[in-house]
């Protein structure tokens, strides 16, 4: 897709006279082998459905760490990349989400990853819900013929995502897509592994704790609420042996989605909640879901 085009679609969706709509973009396309799971739309411009299918991948990319030489240092960032200068390590620069704009209440939309230098193994935790990780599968990595057939288990998926858009008509019917996978899994309450910058993690809803409620955005956004309050904490041991240990603070509500000059939505850049004013006005880029904050 053209970046003209999608900044077409975007300010189409962002337009006054469709702002009481409901918004869903996506831009994956899913290969769900789940039974049913809650795939509703979370909503852009007022949180608020016109449905916009867009594929085509998402992440800006993943820039590999600095590991040779540098102060022990790590932080939560949207995707894993380099740490602005005056850094302090443990701090939370941003979130993502994955799918700008749908929700499954098994993996919830919001990523973080952990950026830094000299990072060994990683630890996390947490004392409410669960936490699940992302590793994308391209072509010829180990695991991508098991991806192909879906080959899981109950608390894991393989998602392929569309890497580019492609009109199907009967000229380019037989041309192939490109495409890759994601690695979803639900690890329970802790997740412990050595660093991989490509991993990236989120919170899980516990099948149980899933809300009845007919109303499809109304029962995600409860379940969404089910991760407010929980505490994770973050343990990095660096390749000299040391360790530090973070805890943050999980809180849910209509999040900030920025826009550029150029008119596109910033997914990648999650960093605060709607403004009381910014609620009131009905008409500001969000999404409801989670963010992080630092306790300690």
Same mark, same amino acid.
């Given at each position: ?64 760490? $600095? ?73 010829? !990595? ?69 809300? $009845?409620?007919? $109303? ?8 969404? !609420? ?13 390749? !000299? ?26 997914? !990648? ?28």
């Amino acid at each position: 897709m053209t970046d003209e085009r999608l900044n077409q679609i975007l300010k189409q969706a962002l337009a006054p006279e469709i702002r009481d709509s409901e918004i869903q973009i996506r831009r994956k396309v899913r290969k769900n082998k789940m039974n049913a799971k809650k795939i509703i739309a979370v909503g852009l411009a007022t949180c608020a459905a016109l449905t916009l299918v867009i594929t085509g991948g998402y992440f800006l990319g993943h820039s590999k760490p $600095d590991e040779n030489g540098g102060r022990n240092i790590f932080a939560i960032t949207a995707y894993a990349a380099e740490l602005p200068e005056k850094t302090v390590s443990g701090d939370v620069i941003g979130l993502n989400s994955y799918s700008a704009g749908h929700g499954s209440s098994l993996f919830l939309d919001q990523r973080f990853a952990i950026s830094g230098k000299n990072i060994s193994k990683v630890k996390i935790s947490t004392d409410k819900c669960n936490i699940y990780s992302a590793l994308p599968i391209y072509k010829g !990595d180990p695991d991508f013929e098991k991806a192909k057939i879906g080959e899981v288990s109950g608390t894991e998926m393989y998602e392929m995502i569309v890497d580019e858009e492609f009109e199907y008509d009967e000229e380019h019917a037989t041309e192939p897509t490109s495409f890759h996978y994601e690695h979803l899994v639900v690890e329970g309450n802790s997740y412990e592994d050595t660093y991989n910058d490509k991993v990236s993690f989120g919170m899980s809803v516990p099948e149980n704790l899933w809300s $009845d409620s007919y $109303d499809l955005r109304e029962a995600y956004w409860s379940d969404v !609420d089910q991760v407010n309050g929980a505490k994770i904490t973050i343990v990095v041991t660096f390749k !000299d042996g040391s360790t530090e240990e973070h805890h943050y603070r999980v809180n849910t509500g209509r999040i900030y989605v920025p826009v550029d000059e150029a008119g596109f939505l910033q997914w !990648d850049q999650l960093t605060r909640f709607l403004t009381s004013e910014e609620e009131s006005s009905g008409d500001v880029p969000c999404s409801y879901g989670y963010l992080l904050e630092k306790i300690d």
